[in-house]
């Protein structure tokens, strides 16, 4: 371990704040064959990713429209309800986020964020300005888990690889940052995060 405390870099989605957008098209799409057909063929996660990469939500929506009209108002939802599809912060994750800031330590995140979504939650969820760097993936055109966007975080905010442990609920994102050289915690829920973060060398 590092001589000093690990410096912890957070995901956002499904880590500090919820994010289903099937608690929008339960509702809107009742029936489950067809909801999950609609999933899988047209806002599709590969479709919202592009959002995640820089594209526009009303480009994002425009372009499925065109090619499914049938769908618009599900598909206009996406945009329009997506807050809808964030019901609420996970507490116990903020909570050890809010322990780090008060003892501190610096703490990072690195996001697959829209540039939309990312300005309204900042205002919807104050707590994400308190970070000390921030790499939201629309900003810099470079999504997780590509190691680019990793690299981003080391380089814009002088840190080193092997000081950071990675919070992120996706294993593809965990195994990058692994790769890169980071520590990391595969968040998957019931987790107890402060003790994660204490057997690599936290104090939470």
């Known amino acids: 371990m ?14 500090l704040i919820r994010w289903d957008p099937l608690l929008v098209y339960r509702e809107l799409i009742p029936d489950d064959e067809k909801r999950a057909w609609f999933m899988r063929n047209v806002c599709t996660a590969a479709w919202n990713l592009e959002q995640d990469r820089g594209r526009s939500w009303e480009e994002a929506v425009a372009m499925l429209v065109a090619s499914h009209p049938e769908w618009e108002s599900q598909i206009r939802a996406y945009d329009e309800r997506w807050h809808d599809a964030v019901p609420g912060i996970i507490e116990d994750s903020v909570a050890v986020l809010a ?4 003892c501190g330590e610096k703490v990072y995140a690195i996001t697959n964020f ?15 300005q308190s970070f000390d760097g921030v790499v939201v993936s629309a900003h810099e055109r470079v999504v997780k888990p590509d190691p680019e966007i990793y690299q981003i975080l080391f380089e814009r905010y002088g840190l080193v690889a092997g000081d950071c442990i990675f919070i992120d609920d996706s294993a593809k994102n965990v195994e990058t940052a692994r790769k890169v050289g980071m520590q990391a915690v595969h968040f998957v829920e019931p987790i107890d995060l402060r003790l994660e973060l204490r057997k690599l060398g936290v104090a939470t």
């Open 2 to 15: 590092p001589a000093t405390t690990p410096t912890v870099v957070f995901d956002v989605g499904n880590v």
């Open 99 to 102: 322990e780090l800031r008060e």
């Open 114 to 128: 829209s540039r939309e979504k990312w300005a309204e939650c900042l205002i919807r969820f104050p707590f994400l």
